[in-house]
């Protein structure tokens, strides 16, 4: 079945960086678009950058500029750089097989707090 997990997250300044990794298996990881989304502390889902099969990438206007999402289809991985941290950066991560919500791994927290 398919298996997402993230790791990378943690407890960050602002201004700073972090690299999310999420490693899958279960399904065809090269043909498959791969979709990160957060959940800030009570509120809901939110998208936030997806990668095509081709490597074609789209992000939230919020990250543009500052987050960058790719994939190493020979490790089967899917990461998230994120730079220029901001405090409403703060949430729980995930990554997602597909373009929507689900299924997604069980979400890395990141806190970007001085």
Do not use: H
């Not at 398919?2 to 300044?13: A, C, H």
């Not at 999420?22 to 678009?33: H, L, Q, Y």
Request: proline share 5%; glycine share 12%.
């Amino acid at each position: 079945q398919v298996q997402l997990v993230e790791s990378g997250g943690g407890l960050v300044q602002p201004g700073g960086s972090l690299r999310l990794s999420c490693a899958a298996s279960g399904f065809a990881f090269s043909t498959s678009p791969m979709t990160w989304v957060r959940q800030p502390p009570g509120k809901e889902l939110e998208w936030v950058s997806s990668i095509g099969r081709g490597g074609s990438t789209t992000s939230r206007d919020s990250v543009k500029g500052r987050f960058s999402i790719s994939r190493d289809n020979a490790k089967n991985t899917v990461y998230l750089q994120m730079n220029s941290l901001k405090p409403e950066d703060t949430a729980v991560y995930y990554c997602v097989k597909g373009w929507d919500f689900a299924p997604r791994g069980q979400g890395t927290q990141v806190t970007v707090s001085s």
